[in-house]
């Protein structure tokens, strides 16, 4: 309360840098207002002209403070502080999950599996950033070498459907290429959507193994919207694996709670 009166009309602000898309959360210490634009080739400008527009969007001028994060948060010179995307993801999959003790994030180019406390307090984590294998991207190249857009893939049923179909590529270009190869011989749509799960989810239970993941996952980044992803997930990992409708937000509503804190 005592925050509540000290903080009036105050504003903070989460910023999430992704290499897909820019994230912004707004927190009046009460309700976030999240908004997402997709990354252009200037994401300074862009991040800048986005801020100004959700700001004024909510009638203000300015940010008490501005807390940055995800994989361009060194480039934004407006922000007050830059924060490491694994701390703050965390913090955004806690308050959006309390009840998570792993956190899986699958954006544009990343996966990471983070390991949480019961205060949301980052265990242990791992990253990997070095291969598109298992991410976004990866879904986006074979969503395209099927003529779908990514968010289209997920209103597709995967369905092997008794055929047998895998992917087998550790690497993206080679797998589009049997992608290619599969949609040429005949195999079903959905066989290889299926086959395509798999193989992600895979990737990412192998990586997530590694911190020893505890349930109940919470997955976040924008894959955590592909439901059969998320269900293939949970057979891989052998646990539960939960979302939230704003699970892509996770970044940047972790930035923004940092940010309160701060500011207060
Ligand atoms: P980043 O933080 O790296 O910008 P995000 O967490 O924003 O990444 O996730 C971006 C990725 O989410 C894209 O690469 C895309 O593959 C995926 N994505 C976006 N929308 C959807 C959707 N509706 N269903 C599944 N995946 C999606």
């Given at each position: 309360e005592t925050d509540r009166w000290?903080?009036?009309?105050?504003?903070?602000?989460?910023?999430?840098?992704?290499?897909?898309?820019?994230?912004?959360?707004l927190y009046d210490g009460e309700t976030f207002e999240n908004s997402l634009s997709p990354s252009s080739w200037n994401p300074k400008e862009q991040a800048a002209g986005l801020l100004e527009t959700v700001l004024a969007g909510q009638g203000h001028t300015q940010a008490a403070y501005i807390v940055g994060t995800g994989y361009g948060r060194l480039n934004l010179p407006f922000v007050t502080k830059a924060m490491t995307e694994i701390t703050c993801h965390a913090r955004g999959a806690?308050?959006?999950?309390?009840e998570a003790r792993t956190v899986i994030d699958?954006?544009?180019?990343?996966?990471?599996?983070?390991?949480?406390?019961?205060?949301?307090?980052?265990?242990?984590?791992?990253?990997?950033?070095?291969?598109?294998?298992?991410?976004?991207?990866?879904?986006?190249?074979?969503?395209?070498?099927?003529g779908l857009d990514v968010a289209d893939i997920g209103s597709i049923e995967a369905d092997a459907g008794g055929q047998v179909c895998t992917i087998n590529s550790m690497c993206t270009v080679f797998a589009e290429s049997e992608v290619i190869g599969l949609v040429n011989r005949g195999v079903s749509r959905e066989a290889i959507i299926a086959a395509l799960y798999t193989s992600i989810a895979n990737r990412v239970a192998v990586m997530a193994a590694a911190i020893q993941p505890l349930a109940p996952v919470a997955f976040t980044g924008g894959v955590a919207q592909n439901r059969a992803l998320r269900l293939q997930l949970e057979a891989r990992l052998g646990l539960p694996v939960i979302t939230s409708a704003q699970a892509i937000f996770a970044g940047s509503i972790g930035a923004a709670l940092y940010a309160w804190d701060a500011a207060r």
């Open positions: 000290f903080m009036k009309d105050k504003i903070v602000v989460g910023i999430d840098a992704g290499s897909s898309a820019i994230k912004i959360s806690g308050y959006l999950l309390p699958i954006g544009g180019q990343d996966a990471k599996a983070i390991r949480v406390d019961d205060c949301g307090k980052v265990q242990d984590f791992i990253m990997n950033d070095k291969c598109a294998a298992g991410t976004g991207r990866f879904l986006q190249v074979m969503a395209n070498a099927l």
